[in-house]
């Protein structure tokens, strides 16, 4: 299966900056450049001696109304001061919303994520008990939250927040927060420590801060959560995440989050809440703190019923017109506590971030263009390093050094200092990702982007993977944004060289369905590896020679196989990869076997094939894949 990835991707640069510092008070009003300091001496003696003449009731007025304007003129200029310093300080008002977060961190939010933020701040506000984010999964619910916090806990405006997750993203939330807003005291109350949990609980509870818990911890503990010092402690902000968790009015979970005290409540959730009314009525039920939408009683009589029988094949015409009129009011009642974008809805935002790097596809142009890549077509002088370069930029641009990252807009220069020694900048920039969000990670790339999507589907339909890259350092790129998003991963590469290690993961994966993908290089994929578990397998880097690939993918066919085996082949389109993939498909093997060169094998290119590799063609459209999907047609 030939997987075209489109190349027009462009990326958030998602670099941790620092906590705000405390925005400096404004300096003390005084005159400004070219201002005259207010007077007020005594009249002195004019020459000669003799005392000025007395002024009229109209020359003090007037003298009066001088230095009136002149205060006016002072004050003025220390308010247009204060406001240069605050700017120069960094921060911003999130899209005119009245809040101010650091300025590098607005700079690092996409459109759609300043705007959710904003939609957070109006909420409070606008003085309502809570709202829902729904937004997609991936379109950055954690730093929404994140930045609308670090906003509000500059401006003093809360104190105390308590925030809800499964258990398996306490630890991702942890580093979201250490990433973006290292200055704010977030602590957990999670772990078998109880003293260390009390500990923490008390520290936020009688200072400020954020705990972390999950929704297991709150069932068991949810009367410490809501007392401190045997007396009801009321949160400034709870704050679930999935919080379709408590879409059943009556399970545990959902009666305990209620019985935790807050003055304001949110919920994140992926899932859009509108289609299911009766979750919909538990979800804003607990956000609007029963303020909206009413009693379940009421909430199923008024609204639940007309709008389910409308949907009904056998509704008649006035049901469906009462079922129609009733949702679009319902629609208008919940619309000031409710946000969902999809990814079709912010496609085209992306790409008016001011600090965006370049997409891919002009990475690959500025490279082409260089001196010495159009030298190669000039000499004899093998062009395999060149190749190789352009090979990197298909499959990742963090796979070159991390001193050409910074060149291509993808890395800053003081992270690429933080090496030691002149070998820094020879490093990998898949050395350099731990600053970054896996969302940043897989924008940077149309393959990764194409990858991970891949993969969360096979993981909801019950597939397990294997996925084999020819690097290292891809495959810890492919490792970093997998385990942000909660996959439990096995692996094996070059660098577990002992067999009875080696089967030992082997035998875990095969064993355990809670692995759902297991990342390979191809070399150690190709010898003596059984993984039949795995009915799904992506080659992520297809190899120069076939017969590599090939063995790779024998793993999973091997016997005692009882499910069909599809293979994605990740090419990017109109690339050297797609030209040499047509080429070992519709001409001959790359590498001939009988002289066994494995190390030049574009030796046997001759000009005119050497000139197309160097070319970028459509990158919209495969002409390999059309081609393919015609003979397959016959």
Request: proline fraction near 5%; charged fraction near 25%; hydrophobic fraction near 35%.
């Amino acid at each position: 299966t030939l997987c075209a990835a489109a190349k027009e991707t462009t990326a958030a640069t998602d670099c941790s900056p620092p906590h705000p510092p405390a925005r400096p008070l404004p300096p003390s009003p005084g005159p400004g450049p070219g201002q005259v300091p207010l007077d007020t001496r005594r009249p002195q003696a004019a020459a000669g001696g003799s005392m000025a003449a007395p002024r009229s009731p109209g020359d003090f007025a007037e003298k009066l109304q001088g230095r009136i304007q002149r205060v006016e003129e002072v004050l003025a200029a220390a308010a247009e001061q204060e406001e240069e310093e605050e700017e120069e300080e960094g921060f911003v008002d999130v899209c005119g919303s009245g809040l101010l977060i650091y300025g590098e961190m607005h700079g690092k939010l996409f459109q759609h994520q300043r705007e959710g933020v904003a939609f957070l701040y109006r909420l409070h506000r606008e003085g309502r008990p809570g709202g829902i984010l729904a937004d997609d999964m991936g379109l950055g619910k954690t730093i929404q939250v994140i930045a609308f916090l670090s906003g509000m806990f500059d401006a003093e405006l809360i104190q105390h927040v308590l925030l809800v997750m499964p258990t398996t993203l306490v630890s991702s939330w942890l580093a979201e927060f250490a990433r973006w807003t290292p200055g704010l005291r977030v602590k957990e109350f999670h772990g078998t420590s109880k003293t260390e949990r009390t500990r923490n609980l008390e520290r936020v509870q009688r200072k400020d801060g954020i705990i972390i818990t999950s929704y297991q911890m709150l069932v068991n503990n949810w009367k410490q959560l809501a007392t401190s010092h045997e007396q009801e402690f009321v949160w400034d902000y709870v704050i679930l995440d999935e919080a379709h968790k408590i879409k059943c009015p009556s399970n545990k979970t959902t009666k305990c989050v209620h019985a935790i005290p807050a003055k304001h409540r949110l919920l994140l959730t992926g899932t859009p809440v509108q289609n299911n009314l009766r979750e919909m009525w538990s979800l804003f039920d607990f956000a609007c703190q029963g303020s909206l939408l009413g009693t379940a009683k009421t909430f199923k009589m008024e609204y639940e019923n007309p709008i389910t029988r409308a949907r009904e094949k056998d509704a008649t015409l006035g049901e469906k017109a009462l079922g129609l009129k009733i949702s679009e009011n319902l629609m208008t009642i919940i619309k000031p506590y409710f946000l969902r974008r999809t990814k079709e809805d912010i496609k085209n935002n992306h790409t008016d971030k001011p600090d965006a790097p370049l997409p891919e596809n002009k990475i690959y142009r500025n490279f082409l263009s260089l001196d010495h890549v159009k030298e190669v077509l000039m000499t004899t002088r093998s062009p395999l390093a060149e190749l190789t370069v352009l090979k990197k930029l298909c499959d990742h641009p963090r796979l070159l050094p991390a001193r050409a990252c910074v060149q291509l807009g993808l890395e800053e220069q003081e992270h690429s200092e933080q090496g030691h020694g002149s070998e820094a900048g020879m490093l990998s920039g898949a050395n350099e990702i731990d600053h970054l969000s896996d969302e940043t990670v897989i924008q940077e790339s149309g393959k990764m982007l194409f990858l991970v999507g891949l993969l969360e589907r096979l993981r909801e339909e019950g597939h397990r993977t294997l996925v084999f890259s020819q690097s290292r350092k891809m495959l810890d790129i492919i490792e970093h944004v997998l385990s942000c998003r909660q996959f439990k991963i096995m692996r094996i590469d070059g660098t577990i060289a002992h067999l009875t290690e080696r089967e030992k993961r082997i035998n875990a994966f095969q064993s355990n369905k809670d692995y759902s993908v297991f990342l390979l290089t191809t070399q150690v994929g190709g010898v003596g590896i059984t993984l039949t578990a795995a009915s799904r397998v992506v080659i992520f880097d297809p190899s120069w020679n076939p017969a590599t690939d090939a063995q790779a993918v024998d793993r999973a066919y091997r016997i005692g196989q009882k499910e069909n085996v599809v293979i994605y082949r990740l090419i990017t389109c109109g690339t050297v990869e797609e030209k040499i993939y047509r080429r070992q498909v519709f001409k001959d093997s790359l590498i001939r076997q009988t002289t066994g060169d494995k190390k030049n094998p574009f030796r046997y290119f001759s000009k005119q094939e050497l000139r197309e590799l160097f070319t970028l063609e459509d990158t919209r459209t495969s002409a390999t894949q059309i081609q393919l999907q015609s003979l397959n047609e016959i």
